[in-house]
């Protein structure tokens, strides 16, 4: 389970806005185009951010205990 500190919420935060700038971006993933890499390097930050987030706040948990 991941905590709920201070830097878990924040990172949680930072994720969840690069998947909003994703979702957001005039043009999406729809039409090909710059529009689409941008929201395309937007997720994967997004996602990449969330994963390693976990991760990390999963592993401080177990160093804690």
């Given at each position: 389970m991941i905590p709920r500190s201070r830097e878990s919420?924040?990172?949680?935060?930072?994720?969840g806005?690069?998947?909003a700038?994703?979702?957001f971006v005039p043009g999406?993933?729809?039409?090909?185009?710059?529009?689409?890499?941008?929201?395309?390097?937007a997720?994967?930050?997004g996602l990449g951010w969330?994963?390693?987030?976990i991760i990390d706040h999963l592993q401080g948990v177990?160093?804690?205990a």
């Open positions: 919420i924040k990172d949680m935060a930072i994720a806005a690069f998947i700038i994703s979702l999406q993933s729809i039409i090909a185009g710059f529009s689409a890499n941008i929201s395309g390097i997720l994967g930050i969330l994963i390693k987030s177990k160093r804690e």
